[in-house]
């Protein structure tokens, strides 16, 4: 082989197992170069596992020491795992599990660092052969030295591990000994709560629980009177819940009486603006009259009327001036949309009336009676069947009122409908709401009357002013109603007898709901009688849309 002048071999004349030697030479020191870079990051962790003496790492045990690493952070991972599902669980069984599974990547730790070391062992023979024995020691430790350091290491961070892992059962074994008394305090109250909640709603029908919510609610706020709501307020509230005014248009016109009279002795407050100081007052006026009973869809529309009459006032007014202008807005909507809103209905009405006819009603309705009156008032002859249905019985106030006028009339219950509706000419209802859908809205009991109409072919006409059109769509009863009280709806006898229905709430498996409203599908009215003309219930939305914007 030649040689040189300085006496080193030529690249020429080396071999190919020298060039691959000089390869895996170069690439173990790029290893060993970041190695050292990784293991001064974690010079802090390594002391304080076990004091261990820094040295310097040698190139042809780079790819070993890169391997531990790896096999330390495997068993780091299983130790997290186990102590994670020993927290939840509270074990020592799988606790356990995780130090066999800690030793077996321990021990392919071990293996694999063997392994590679046999490798190593390998290529520096090969180096030691080509450059000489001086090459056999690195740093004047030999390879059963650095052997000896690496397994120490390991042995420092099980030993580590192991006191981490005890230390964690004893912590747990305290816990574990401590009487849970404030758990077993939480539960029984949780469980005595539940216990009188069931007490309570025993009798509840689960298809309308909403329903009971909220009456429940109203009940309870009827009993805490706010000193600040107006005495006019507060007894027609008391009269509301009492059932002494009753009917949609009534109860519409005592309101926007009560709300006169709390405008005319309304002060505004210092710094205030009258028309927010008036608004937050009739606010907490009509939330106590909810308590006492749900408002209906025409006292609705009237507020909303007034509030959005208050916006339009100019900010030069005087409170004197705002407070005369509020009664006269009061004064024409009752005026417009009530009183004359029913003189043409009275009149459009009649000329649907002949001589002869047989008219059937059901309950009370102020508007109906309006209209009978006026009939037979102009000469008109007819007979008037009226339907009656418990537990308000509401078509006794209504046959006697129309008997005081001279006008032939019948009574009937509910149950005795389909036995006198073929004799029947025509059927007249009122109506608690109309809605955007075109279903009508009224006492319960209003969709069976119509159902037998149109099963013997009887025309139904619906008697409703425009200011009950209400936006909201309901297909149903369920949905949104008005729950009465269900001991009206027991049988008193008026000679003394106690009912059957007496002791009903003794009786577990006795349930009695008393819904106030029921919803009549368009399909089963033939028209709905308007102050504005006869339409047919499809034509609602078009109502709406000509109406005013704040009804």
């Known amino acids: 082989m030649s040689q040189k002048a300085d006496g080193r071999p030529s690249l020429s004349q080396k071999t190919r197992e020298e060039i691959k030697v000089e390869r895996e030479a170069k690439k173990a020191a790029k290893a060993a170069a970041k190695a050292a870079k990784g293991k001064s990051d974690r010079v802090d962790s390594v002391k304080n596992v076990a004091p261990v003496a820094s040295c310097k790492i040698p190139v042809g045990d780079a790819k070993v020491d890169v391997a531990t690493e790896k096999t330390n952070k495997v068993v780091e991972t299983d130790d997290i795992k186990s102590k994670s599902v020993a927290a939840g669980c509270e074990t020592l069984e799988e606790s356990e599990s995780s130090d066999k599974k800690a030793k077996v990547a321990t021990d392919v730790a071990g293996s694999q660092p063997d392994r590679k070391a046999s490798k190593v062992e390998a290529i520096q023979s090969s180096n030691v052969v ?28 099980r030993a580590a591990k192991q006191q981490q892992s005890s230390a964690k059962d004893s912590a747990k074994s305290e816990e574990s000994l401590k009487p849970p008394v404030e758990t077993v305090s939480k539960c029984s109250a949780k469980k005595s709560v539940v216990k009188s909640t069931m007490k309570e709603n025993v009798h509840e029908v689960h298809l309308f ?10 009940l309870f706020s009827i009993a805490t009177v706010n000193s600040n709501i107006h005495p006019a307020i507060v007894r027609l509230g008391v009269q509301y819940a009492s059932k002494i005014i009753v009917g949609s248009n009534a109860r519409c016109v005592a309101l926007l009486a009560a709300i006169k ?9 210092p710094q205030e603006d009258f028309t927010r100081g008036l608004e937050a007052y009739l606010k907490e006026s009509l939330k106590y009259l909810h308590h006492c009973r749900p408002l209906g869809v025409s006292m609705r529309n009237a507020v909303r009327h007034i509030q959005w009459q208050m916006t ?37 009405i009649q000329s649907k009336i002949s001589d002869g006819n047989v008219i059937l009603t059901y309950g009370y309705s102020s508007l109906i009676h309006k209209i009978l009156v006026e009939a037979h008032a102009a000469g008109k002859q007819f007979r008037v069947i009226v339907v009656d249905g418990r537990p308000w019985l509401e078509g006794k106030e209504q046959l006697r009122r129309l008997a005081k006028h001279g006008i032939d009339c019948s ?75 269900a001991d009206e709806l027991v049988n008193h006898q008026p000679n003394g007898k106690r009912s059957l229905l007496s002791n009903w709430r003794t009786k577990k498996s006795l349930n009695l709901l008393n819904i106030t409203y029921d919803v009549t599908p368009a399909d089963l009215v033939t ?9 047919p219930c499809t034509s609602v939305p078009v109502i709406l849309r000509i109406k005013p914007s704040e009804i």
Do not use: W
């Not at 004047?140 to 042995?155: I, M, N, P, T, V």
């Not at 900010?315 to 043409?344: F, H, N, P, R, V």
């Not at 149109?454 to 149903?476: G, I, M, Y």
């Open 312 to 348: 339009q006032f100019s900010t030069t007014l005087s409170d004197e001036e705002a407070k005369i202008k509020l009664l006269g807005i009061i004064k024409t909507y009752i005026e417009e949309q009530i009183k004359l809103a029913d003189d043409a209905i009275s009149v459009t």
């Open 261 to 269: 009279r709390v405008i005319r002795d309304f002060v505004k407050p």
């Open 411 to 485: 009574y009937i219950l509910i149950n005795a409908l389909s036995f006198i509706m073929p004799e029947v000419s025509k059927v007249f209802l009122g109506a608690h709401a109309i809605l955007a859908n075109g279903a009508v809205m009224s006492r319960v009991g209003t969709a069976q009357v119509a159902l037998i109409a149109k099963a013997f072919n009887v025309p139904v006409l619906v008697a409703c002013e425009t200011h009950k059109s209400c936006e909201r769509v309901q297909t149903d009863s369920i949905v949104h109603n008005e729950l009465g009280n």
């Open 527 to 535: 028209a709905v009688v308007t102050e504005l003309a006869i339409l």
């Open 209 to 218: 629980q909403h329903l009971y919510q909220e009456r429940q609610q109203s």
């Open 130 to 157: 080509q450059n000489g024995p001086a090459e056999g020691k690195l740093d004047g430790r030999s390879k059963a030295e650095l052997r000896a350091e690496r397994r120490a290491k390991q042995e420092a961070q």
